[in-house]
């Protein structure tokens, strides 16, 4: 059987990372794709000349013409700019916008039966914009963020209580951004929701709201220490992880920002949901119950990303 292709639209900090991830788990040959001169290509021959060293067997290439994105069977978008201390992510949005529509139509051209996974902020908004350019079934067209912002809430409790990050599950909801629904009540240490142990003494509530505001406000405190751009490895190996459960069929449980045909009461958004991704890319949306407050931060979050598409709508009017 031929290698799967694994296309890496943008070979930055993310794309060299997940570059270096889908090669060291076999899950095909990578592509990388970028507007600057040289430097695809270069990470990929830096990355190939690993494979004897790590032993792994994947082909690596990179270029600056679309056509070396053609044919394959998964696209992972990080074109665009990321932000500097003291921008949101909102603040991307005039230049991203630009950048998803062309990567969109290139895909269509190039890739058209790809599942795509787009990390470029602002996400929800840039995964909508590139679904239309591209005219791909919104099931092969997902965005990247849930995955990261539960891995992120993950690491925060494990450490908090002491135990190994693999017993503890988390959901975190909505739009990427500080509205961000981290769902406390869906979140457990083996199966324990974190209400019960706030009862059970392990923690405050307080710590817990804390751990709370820690993950809405994860992506800027990192921004905050490198200074010169944003996180890329928890967002790469989030983004792998997605990946892999589309290529093996894995049927992975994943939160992703995912577009709603009237679940949670929204039409035609982007917006993060848990979902199960499979050989058919976004296989079933899961609706789980909103508590009454759940559901008023889930709305404002929502509002959120409803006020971007938007300004993206107006942009695309005024062209
Ligand atoms: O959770 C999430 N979704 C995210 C998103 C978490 C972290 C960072 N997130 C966003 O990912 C971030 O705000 C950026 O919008 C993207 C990519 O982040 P990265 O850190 O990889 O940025 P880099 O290193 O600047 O890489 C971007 C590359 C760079 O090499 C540019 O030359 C290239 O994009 N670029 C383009 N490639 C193709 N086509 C066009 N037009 C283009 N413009 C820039």
């Avoid at 074109?79 to 916008?97: E, F, Q, Y």
């Amino acid at each position: 059987m031929a290698r799967k292709k694994i296309a890496l639209v943008g070979a930055g900090q993310i794309g060299g990372t997940l570059a270096l991830l889908a090669a060291q788990k076999e899950l095909g040959d990578v592509v990388l794709f970028d507007i600057a001169e040289g430097m695809p290509e270069g990470k990929a021959l830096d990355l190939a000349e690993t494979s004897p060293v790590e032993g792994f067997n994947a082909k690596l290439s990179g270029g600056n013409d679309y056509s070396v994105i053609e044919g394959a069977d998964v696209v992972i978008v990080t074109a665009g700019v990321p932000r500097k201390p003291g921008m949101s992510r909102d603040d991307l949005i005039g230049i991203n916008t630009g950048v998803c529509q062309t990567v969109g139509e290139n895909i269509k051209k190039y890739a058209p039966n790809a599942f795509v996974i787009v990390i470029t902020n602002p996400l929800d908004v840039m995964v909508w914009v590139l679904q239309q350019a591209s005219g791909l079934p919104p099931e092969r067209v997902v965005g990247m963020a849930g995955v990261l912002d539960s891995a992120r809430f993950r690491y925060f409790l494990a450490d908090e209580f002491k135990v190994s990050v693999e017993d503890v599950t988390a959901f975190v909801l909505g739009g990427h951004g500080d509205t961000m629904v981290p769902l406390v009540r869906y979140s457990t240490v083996a199966g324990i929701p974190l209400p019960d142990l706030v009862k059970m003494g392990w923690t405050t509530q307080e710590k817990l709201d804390a751990i709370v505001q820690r993950t809405r406000d994860g992506g800027a405190e990192i921004v905050k220490l490198l200074k010169t751009g944003s996180a890329f490895y928890a967002p790469a190996a989030s983004a792998i992880q997605m990946a892999e459960s589309y290529l093996k069929d894995q049927k992975r449980v994943v939160p992703v920002a995912a577009y709603l045909t009237g679940q949670y009461g929204q039409n035609d958004l982007y917006v993060g949901v848990p979902t199960i991704i499979g050989a058919g890319g976004v296989e079933k949306i899961i609706e789980i119950d909103l508590s009454a407050e759940e559901k008023k931060m889930f709305d404002h979050s929502v509002d959120a990303v409803k006020q971007l598409v938007e300004v993206v709508k107006k942009q695309q009017a005024e062209k």
